[in-house]
């Protein structure tokens, strides 16, 4: 069974700190993905990673895959409350599309 | 808006009655998903369609829920004799094929606002 564990589980941090949110498993995953939910409302999609190393950034959010494709992380510089949300990782290998979700990391940024 | 749209946003219901959800996906996209999520968790994956067929199911997925697809658009989600375990949100949502050899975009799925079920 393939298993994403999300750590840490709970953030609390000031404005403009910086932060990692790790996502790892035992398992190899051809594609993983990033979400941020916000309470009410469905995941929105934030960035795909597929290849070993790799490495993403969207403005103050930069993403990386693991080389071996087990893990991967997310990290944010000089967090703002806006940033305040649910973030999910989510991993998919074969043909079907099934996503595999790790149980998430609720982030707060206090202003 | 041409994102992923559910219907009803929420949904009320008695234990023992019948409800049904529905799912219109980003109208390129072949596939639709439907996953659960309760509160404090990810999104737990349910059945998939790629156009018309439903190609997997869930053990989640018990006798009583049933997804269908018809004409490979909109899809319905009925969960019959609903039981107070039901409560959470239900997600729907849809991803373009993939490529020969290149199965990411099958995992770049958008997901809709989902219907939050209470069952009292």
């Known amino acids: 069974t393939q298993l994403l564990e999300q750590s840490p589980q709970f953030l609390s941090i000031q404005e403009g700190e910086n932060l990692t949110v790790y996502c790892n498993s035992s398992?190899?995953?051809?594609?993983l993905q990033w979400y941020r939910q916000e309470p009410g409302e469905g995941p929105v999609l934030l960035v795909t990673v597929v290849t070993g190393g790799e490495v993403k950034k969207l403005k103050r959010l930069t993403f990386q895959f693991g080389d071996a494709r087990k893990d991967s992380s997310l990290h944010i510089t000089a967090a703002q409350p806006g940033d305040t949300g649910l973030y999910l990782c989510a991993g998919g290998s074969g043909n079907t599309g099934k996503l595999i979700f790790g149980q998430g990391t609720t982030l707060q940024v206090k202003p | 808006d041409t994102g992923v749209s559910q219907d009803p946003r929420h949904k009320i219901t008695k234990r023992g009655q019948n409800v049904t959800f529905r799912c219109d996906p980003i109208s390129e996209h072949n596939r639709l998903y439907w996953y659960r999520q309760t509160l404090g968790q990810g999104p737990e994956f349910l059945t998939y369609?790629?156009?018309?067929?439903?190609?997997?199911k869930s053990r989640l997925l018990s006798d009583r829920f049933s997804a269908e697809r018809p004409k490979g658009s909109f899809s319905t989600l009925e969960i019959q004799r609903t039981e107070q375990g039901d409560s959470a949100m239900y997600l729907c949502a849809s991803s373009p094929k993939g490529l020969p050899g290149y199965n990411a975009p099958l995992y770049e799925q958008y997901f809709g606002p989902g219907t939050r079920l209470t069952v009292t």
């Open positions: 369609f790629q156009n018309e067929a439903q190609l997997e």
């Open positions: 398992s190899v995953f051809s594609s």
